[in-house]
């Protein structure tokens, strides 16, 4: 029987509501940012987040409802993201999700964010089965798991500092670029030289964890001596490297340069973690997998060693409801059903 599934995520600063029927076909998959509220202050702040999902989760559920041609009746069942995230964030969407699940008398699907950004790979593939190794690269996560059937992953390694999307961010503020930085980063690279610095590539050892700090702090004082007469307080948020003396060509080419230390970085240990593993299948999902040049990189890699590489479209790469809606119907099928006492799991990471 079709089972249309209503897809909730307030995990961060988007507002996200999405109808999908039958983990596949994608009805509505409605977006509303807070990101223009953020930008002032370089990054997500938690409370105005949360905020302004009470402020706008009822108009994204009628806006999702109205693509979708449905009426609250006709769905299903109710999907929401109840982990990783931002608590504040994360019990606005809960709380909403409980009360549509109790008046409607219809199953509520606590998901876990991370697992519903793999899921986006096989609404994109839909032939793709596990196993197959799984890159999450997110504002808040930098991981590579093995993802096994029925929703099983286990997790190979992890970011030890920031997280990719968060290095993508901070080095936008730095260069005065605004928040999010992600897109910025992308576009503004296409007219700088990838090679202009050599900013270095840690790999965090042998293995699979990440760590994207080292190039953080070797932009930051790249920046520093580029920029005249700065007078620099300290690290990380308190930076004040005065971005404005830098010229345009100056900033794209450190743009560029990090953007490809970085995306070196995430290429050198997804590759290692697809031979060791022997799984020929790779799939990439989170905001940063939006990344041009990563995709290209990895298509290109993939090609080059026979490797099967899914890139979701980047609006199903970034947060978005109907991920959530999509990864919720194998576990509606399974016969899961969350209490309405379902907590949020501020830190939970796959499983
Ligand atoms: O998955 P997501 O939408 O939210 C979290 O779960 O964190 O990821 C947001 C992150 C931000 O750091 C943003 O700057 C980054 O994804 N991002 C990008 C691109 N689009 C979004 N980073 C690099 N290139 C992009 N095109
Ligand atoms: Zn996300």
Redesign the pocket.
Known sequence: MTARILGIET??D?TAIGVVEDGRRILANVVASSSQFHAAYGGVVPEIAARVHVEVIWQVLQEALTAAQLSVEQLDAIAVTHGP?LPGALLVGLAFAKGLALALDRPLIGID?LAA?LYAGSMTDEALEPPYVGLV?????TLLCVAHPQQRFEVLGETKDD????A??KV?RLLGLGY????V??RLSDEGRADAIPFSRSHAKDGFDFSFSGLKTAVYQYVTKQVEGSRVKGEGDTLDPRPSTLDRQQVVDIAASF?EAAVDILLTKTLRACQRTGLKRLVIG???A???R?RQRLLEAGQSRGLQVVCPP?AL???NGAMVAGVAFEQLQAGARAPLSLAIDPNRCLN
């Open positions: 995990s961060c988007e995230g964010h950004h690269v997110s504002g808040g996560h997280a990719v999307g968060e993508f961010d936008a999010p930085g992600g897109p980063i992308d953007q989170g905001g940063v939006a990344n041009r990563l980047p790469c970034v947060d």
